[in-house]
């Protein structure tokens, strides 16, 4: 071993030891802060996003931003466990995506209970079996997850969160021969996120959806002929092989995930409105509503309309704005735009994804 490396090492060694001290320091202070907080509300969606925001700010390299979010959401999710225990539901079964983007937000140490519908997540929350929930809104390929806008309507939970997560779709079976492939099971949104893939290469093989990617690996892991589309994670849960790897037509494929809950949560700095409208039956109503958001210059950033289900042939209007509810100009816009709204709800004022 030459010296050089000796020396490096030597002090990677004491660097450890600082940052060992340095963290337990810092756990400590979140176990007074528990303590003060006497029982109060464990997680702070906007304290967390301008931690994370700050040190991302400050990052000098040579780690990217998107690792400083990762080390630092784990060291405050083994932090935050000091407080209380945090519980955490997802559309499962273990290996999803869903779980993925639930990990991403909340870190390791947190317990994460899986659901076989999105319907289940939302009820697992409004119970009070958990504290949150994860489900995914929408894809950048395929577009809205219709349930999941259809329960925002109906539930009284409040959007505390948002999670962006890549999707790098996977070709999963026991045998990697693709020719032998005669079906392949997976989420309905990731097959036509790969149907030019499976187009070109597995023409023949008949294209299952099933519930999630997670019970595509499943059902894979039964048959010898068959393959499921799903996250390389899925793998290991059902003893697969990846067999190809980044099978998604679009490389810049991203879900978006929202974190459910019951609590109000305060503006960051960096904020997301989400809300749900219906216009008045008159000429000129929908332009209205968007009008109010432009007088006040608040900018709009997703407009999505659905069946309201109440009557033939009328709609629901599904509408993110930047900025939090209590920001001045976003009150002034959002007061004149409930007296133009047939119908109005906000969903939730939280950080925009770190």
């Not at 997560?165 to 990731?190: E, F, R, T």
């Not at 309309?305 to 002034?332: A, C, M, N």
Request: aromatic letters at 6%.
């Amino acid at each position: 071993m030459s010296d050089k490396l000796k020396q490096c090492r030597e002090q990677i060694d004491a660097l450890d030891e600082a940052l060992l001290k340095i963290v337990n320091q810092r756990a400590a202070l979140a176990q007074q802060i528990g303590h003060l907080k006497e029982g109060g509300v464990v997680l702070r969606p906007e304290r967390e996003a301008q931690v994370l925001r700050r040190l991302q700010d400050a990052n000098q390299g040579p780690l990217s931003n998107v690792a400083i979010a990762a080390l630092f959401t784990e060291v405050m999710s083994q932090c935050r466990a000091l407080e209380a225990p945090l519980s955490v539901a997802y559309l499962g079964p273990e290996g999803t995506f869903t779980e993925a983007a639930a990990l991403k937000r909340f870190g390791s140490a947190v317990q994460g209970v899986s659901c076989a519908t999105i319907d289940d997540v939302f009820r697992a929350v409004e119970s009070g079996e958990v504290q949150y929930g994860v489900v995914p809104v929408e894809n950048s390929t395929e577009g809205a997850i219709g349930r999941t806008l259809d329960l925002l309507l109906q539930s009284t939970l409040q959007v505390c969160g948002e999670v962006m997560l890549p999707i790098h779709q996977c070709l999963l079976a026991q045998q990697c021969d693709v020719s032998q492939i005669q079906s392949v099971y997976s989420h309905p949104q990731s097959l036509g996120q790969c149907q030019g893939w499976l187009n070109v290469n597995l023409p023949a093989a008949a294209r299952i959806p099933v519930s999630s990617n997670a019970e595509a690996a499943r059902l894979a892991a039964g048959h010898v002929n068959c393959a499921a589309i799903a996250g390389a994670q899925a793998a290991g849960h059902f003893g697969l092989n990846v067999c190809v790897e980044n099978i998604e037509d679009d490389a810049r494929n991203t879900t978006r995930f929202l974190v459910l809950g019951k609590q109000q949560v305060a503006a960051s700095g960096e904020d997301k409105t989400s809300m749900v409208l219906s216009a008045t039956n008159r000429p000129g109503a929908v332009h209205d509503l968007l009008a109010s958001l432009a007088k006040y210059d608040v900018s709009m950033t997703k407009f999505e309309s659905r069946p309201s289900r109440s009557g033939l042939w009328e709609y629901v209007f599904y509408v993110d704005i930047e900025g939090h509810q209590t920001d001045e100009k976003v009150v002034l816009a959002l007061a004149e735009l409930k007296q133009s709204a047939a119908f109005m709800k906000i969903l939730g004022s939280y950080p925009l994804a770190v």
